[in-house]
């Protein structure tokens, strides 16, 4: 896991600021990639939270951890869903922290070694979920019907072929139930045009994104933890969110612009009740790779980093 690369993290460190005695909160802790550069700068006195949906993730941690705990730096390791935070905080006497990072991405270490069929190009069960207590996608697809498969695909990764992709699914699973990643890529692929995307990219690329996000509830997380931000930081927190999708990133800039002036959907606003000019925003526009990191990183070209600080 130690491999993990982690997408923006100059910027990352730049905007979350962790300082000598602080309590940081990593809500994606992952294969740790934030991790070693957060504790570099918490000092001694530090304390560092680290929380992951993935069991593995948590259980295999990375070996530069351990060296900090040796310094007497407080690091804690929780296996849990980010949007619980506030109980995490609650339960484990954690208190609110002056720092949280999330990267919305999608783990290298999940898609190659997961074996959970994250993966098109690998023959393995069709899960695609972070937890086991998750419904898995080969469950998913036989309880869904074709509108509602279609309607998802095509929510959540604009596939214009979705409808056609969610018939030719629920054809197949009729005849013989969709088991693995590698089932549900051959047919996503007989489904679209041989000339799908002029081959720019895999047929079943953006239905897998679709799927996975809707397993995993990904947007209504994201969207519990910001409705929660005032729970979870002190004032002068600072609040960094990496995201890889259109959907996420409008999410986080919604609710960092409602917290900072207000919206304009009271009904939604009063749902998790935003004091305005609760935050100050510190990217007025997201931050994104350059084309060098892109380059070494492929994986960080989609993404974009908004940061706020808590009044």
Not at 124 to 139: A, G, N, R
Request: glycine share 6%; aromatic share 8%.
């Amino acid at each position: 896991m130690d491999m993990h690369t982690p997408v923006l993290l100059n910027k990352v460190i730049e905007y979350l600021d962790p300082k000598p005695g602080e309590f940081v909160i990593d809500g994606t802790v992952d294969g740790c990639g934030y991790a070693s550069a957060i504790l570099e700068r918490l000092g001694n006195s530090g304390k560092f939270l680290g929380i992951d949906w993935d069991w593995r993730m948590v259980r295999g941690g990375c070996s530069k951890i351990k060296n900090f705990e040796q310094r007497g730096i407080k690091i804690s390791l929780v296996n849990d869903n980010f949007a619980n935070m506030p109980n995490l905080l609650e339960q484990g006497n954690f208190g609110k922290a002056e720092a949280l990072v999330l990267d919305l991405g999608f783990s290298s270490e999940q898609l190659e070694h997961s074996g959970r069929g994250f993966s098109f190009l690998k023959d393995e069960p069709l899960k695609m979920t972070y937890s086991d207590t998750l419904e898995p996608v080969k469950d998913i697809l036989k309880r869904l019907s074709i509108d509602e498969l279609a309607k998802i695909i095509n929510d959540f990764s604009q596939e214009r072929f979705a409808r056609r992709i969610a018939e030719a699914i629920k054809k197949r699973e009729k005849a013989k139930p969709i088991e693995t990643a590698k089932d549900l890529a051959t047919v996503i692929a007989a489904a679209v045009p041989k000339n799908y995307e002029r081959g720019r990219i895999h047929p079943a690329t953006r239905t897998f994104l679709a799927l996975r996000i809707y397993a995993n509830k990904e947007l209504e997380n994201l969207e519990t933890i910001l409705k929660n931000l005032t729970l979870i930081l002190k004032p002068g927190g600072r609040i960094v969110i990496v995201s890889f999708h259109s959907l996420e990133d409008k999410l986080v800039k919604n609710y960092f612009r409602d917290y900072a002036k207000g919206g304009s959907d009271p009904a939604k606003r009063d749902y998790y009740s935003p004091k305005v000019g609760t935050v100050k925003i510190l990217t007025k526009k997201p931050i994104v790779p350059d084309r060098e990191e892109i380059k070494e990183n492929p994986r960080a070209r989609s993404a974009k980093l908004r940061a706020a600080i808590i009044i």
